[in-house]
């Protein structure tokens, strides 16, 4: 019978187990390059071209409430621009897969025939 520490190491070694735990990390970051690229670059073109507004400080005030919906259109965008990468990404692997799948197969030389058999057999036999 396994222990529970047994049971766990298998669990915790398997490939999939692993790979997961890769793309949490890479896509982590991945966010913070998305995020910075909304933050610094996006954002503030769409507010030149919609006047001067900045996403990020658009709130409205009800009592001692702030409704900061700037950060959420900004989260929008965001996503947005997360979800047309990741689009793009699955999209370009796909064809590339495709591709491999018509791309022909190394064909097998043909087998020869009787006659070519027969000169080879006598060829080989007038070596002797």
Known sequence: MKTF???????????????????????????????????????????????????????????????????????????TIVALVIFLVVRTINKLDKKQAEAPAEEKPAEPSEEVKLLREIRDGLRR
């Open 5 to 79: 520490i047994e049971e766990f190491k298998a669990f915790a070694m398997k490939g999939n187990v692993i790979d997961l735990a890769v793309a949490v990390v890479i896509g982590a970051a991945f966010g913070k390059i998305v995020s910075s690229l909304v933050d610094n670059i996006i954002t503030p073109l769409i507010g030149l071209l919609m006047g001067g507004v900045n996403f990020s400080g658009l709130a409205y005030s009800v009592g001692n409430a702030e409704l900061t919906y700037g950060v959420f259109i900004q989260s929008i965008i965001d996503f």
